[in-house]
């Protein structure tokens, strides 16, 4: 089947809806025309042949009269050449009436029976005419056998004009058993009764029947009752299939066969029986009377009846045309409306669709169809609107997790922008703590001239030993400032590392957004493709989103590594200032040490130069240990300044993949859902 109708789809495929029904009604035109035209063409030509009929029957009607007059004057002709004399004004007459018969013939075919082409043989009948009407020949049986020879060509005329006319042919069984009656049985007929009466009007004018008379009468009795047989034959069928005419044929037939039965008496007894007591003229009437009595119920009965029905079939042809062509006309009238009807439901369908894509392509996705038809296209209107459904349930979801990246990437930021503060004041502290270490070193070495001019200035020492229990107690209250920075910094380093844990588990959360992100634009894109045409939009913004979803995936490696690189510095950092805290605390003892010795020498003026040579000592290392200490706040301040480095990177990355979150949000933000 697919094979079969392969062209057609291929071509009207190539084609608007405009060109492919004008295409179909063209075609639908063309054909409905092409058998209007044959259905005229039939019908004009039944029209044509009942008009043809209706004409045969004038000229039918003008012949069989001429043949009337000729076979009366056979008779009459014969009786005058048989010997009675007293027929002769009578035969002049017919005569004349022959003359009549025949202009009325040539009336008839030089008017309705002009296209019968019947010209040749009537005229040929007319030669034969002009001879007979002068008396010639004047010999009883060759005038006879003339007569009978014109009457044979009259009747073979009738034949033609049946055939020329059509009337051989009508279709219907009424009109055509009325027809050939009037062209065979009724013209036969007529005949057998003319040749009966002039041969019996001759044989009663001679009043000797020979035996050549007698087998030519009998045999004519014998031929006129098979005529009349077959006549009532076509009353009785003509009858059957039209009741209607059944009345007046039956009392035509009645009247015909009284007539035919009273000329045939008549016949058998004075001719055959040869009784001989009638007269020429009487037997004449009779036979006339039989002649005339066929004669006039064709007239009033026969024609009549056969031209009304063919006048009533022409006005059925005439309306069945009229009719025929008010319902092709109609119909395709119709067909036309419905096919410009069917033309604007699609169109408005497929415009319905064109509105909803057209809406979806402009990021709304909350619009469906309302599809105002019921047909194969309402299939594509449902799909499309569950393709909208499913569509929009996708963009909010990528809508939600924009948002959540979105939010992510804040706090992210946030939690990067406290670090970098945490950062920046844990340089600060390091920084502090590397000045209050160089003075305290400072102070070591300016306590160490002074315990060395202390065992020249034994007199001061009291003063200096007070002096040095009061910078040893400064010592220890620095020391344990710089002990309480330190952890300060351990516990800032603390934080950094678990914000840097934060940030790792926010940036994998991030890919996960990224890599469902990346798996919703490859599902939309296969939505879209499924789409076809209309999904084309869409296909372009799923693969928009899931590059997107790429670079957020790209950015968030990043980012884990950069988080990673903090986490290793941090986890440095902190066992830096764990072994920076535990110096401290060995200064803050080694303080402690000193104030102690500070408090002997307070106590015992008389160790002052063991004690200063021991405070000498202790101060050296002291100084030592300060150096340490300094070098190792150095360090700190260094790795600090790292850190800080790095978490502004981290923050800088936090903003672009904040960025990057809104500018997702607002690639999605822009369909309507």
Do not use: C
């Amino acid at each position: 089947m697919r094979v079969l109708f392969a062209p057609a789809v291929r071509l009207l495929n190539q084609l608007r809806y405009t060109t492919k029904f004008l295409l179909i009604g063209g075609t639908a035109a063309v054909a409905s025309m092409f058998l209007l035209f044959q259905l005229y063409s039939q019908i004009q030509v039944s029209r044509d042949m009942t008009a043809q009929e209706q004409s045969g029957l004038v000229v039918l009607d003008a012949t069989i009269k001429a043949l009337t007059k000729m076979q009366q004057h056979r008779g009459t002709t014969s009786g005058l050449l048989g010997g009675d004399t007293s027929l002769a004004p009578k035969v002049a007459a017919l005569a004349q009436e022959v003359e009549q018969a025949v202009a009325g013939v040539d009336a008839a075919l030089s008017g309705p029976g002009a296209d019968f082409d019947l010209a040749g043989p009537w005229g040929e009948i007319k030669n034969r005419w002009a001879p007979l009407k002068g008396g010639t020949p004047n010999e009883r049986g060759g005038n006879f056998k003339a007569h009978t020879q014109m009457i044979e060509n009259m009747l073979t005329l009738i034949g033609d004009i049946g055939s020329q006319s059509r009337l051989s042919f009508d279709p219907d069984a009424d009109a055509a058993n009325l027809i050939g009656a009037l062209l065979t049985a009724v013209p036969e007929m007529s005949e057998r009764l003319g040749r009966l009466r002039g041969m019996g009007t001759g044989i009663i004018a001679r009043g000797v029947l020979t035996l050549d008379d007698e087998k030519s009468i009998v045999r004519q009795l014998g031929q006129l009752e098979v005529t009349k047989d077959a006549l009532m034959d076509r009353f009785r069928r003509a009858a059957r299939h039209n009741p209607s005419l059944e009345a007046a044929l039956k009392q035509a037939g009645e009247d015909i066969t009284a007539a035919h039965k009273n000329l045939r008496d008549v016949t058998q007894a004075q001719i055959v029986d040869q009784k001989f007591d009638i007269k020429p003229e009487a037997f004449f009437a009779v036979g006339t009377k039989a002649i005339s009595s066929l004669i006039g119920h064709s007239d009033s009965t026969l024609f009549p009846s056969a031209d009304a029905l063919l006048k009533v079939r022409a006005d059925q042809l005439t309306r069945l045309l009229v009719i025929e062509l008010l319902v092709s006309v109609t119909t395709i009238l119709i067909a036309g409306y419905l096919l410009v009807g069917m033309y604007l439901s699609i169109v408005g369908s497929v415009r319905e669709l064109t509105a909803g894509t057209t809406q979806m392509a402009q990021g709304d996705y909350t619009t469906r169809v309302d599809f105002s038809a019921r047909d194969e296209l309402s299939d594509v209107a449902h799909q499309f609107n569950g393709m909208a459904e499913r569509l929009a349930a996708i963009i909010a979801q990528v809508k939600r997790s924009a948002e959540d990246l979105r939010a992510a990437a804040g706090e992210m930021a946030t939690g990067s922008g406290q670090v970098a503060e945490g950062s920046e004041r844990q340089s600060e502290a390091a920084a502090s703590m590397a000045a209050a270490v160089e003075e305290m070193t400072v102070s070591i070495d300016e306590i160490n001239r002074h315990a060395q001019a202390a065992s020249t200035q034994s007199a001061d020492s009291g003063r200096l030993s007070k002096e040095g229990g009061d910078v040893v107690r400064q010592s220890v209250t620095e020391m344990e400032r710089i002990a309480e920075s330190v952890h300060e910094v351990a516990s800032v380093i603390r934080d950094l590392g678990d914000q840097s844990g934060k940030i790792s588990t926010i940036v994998n959360v991030i890919r996960e957004i990224a890599e469902q992100t990346n798996l919703l634009a490859l599902n939309a894109a296969i939505e879209a493709a499924r789409a076809g045409e209309t999904g084309r939009g869409f296909a372009v913004v799923a693969d928009e989103v899931r590059k997107l979803a790429e670079r957020t995936a790209k950015a968030t490696g990043e980012i884990t590594g950069m988080v990673e690189a903090i986490q290793s510095g941090t986890q440095k950092a902190v066992g830096t200032m764990e072994s920076g805290v535990e110096r401290v605390q060995e200064g803050v003892v080694l303080t402690k040490r000193a104030g102690e010795s500070m408090e002997q020498i307070n106590a015992g003026a008389a160790n002052v130069v063991v004690s200063v040579e021991d405070i000498s000592a202790a101060l050296r290392e002291q100084s030592a240990a300060s150096t340490d200490i300094a070098r190792n706040v150095e360090a700190i301040a260094q790795m600090s300044e790292q850190n800080s480095a790095a978490v502004r990177d981290t923050a800088r990355t936090a903003e672009r993949l904040e960025g990057l979150a809104r500018s997702l949000s607002d690639e999605v933000a822009r369909f309507k859902v």
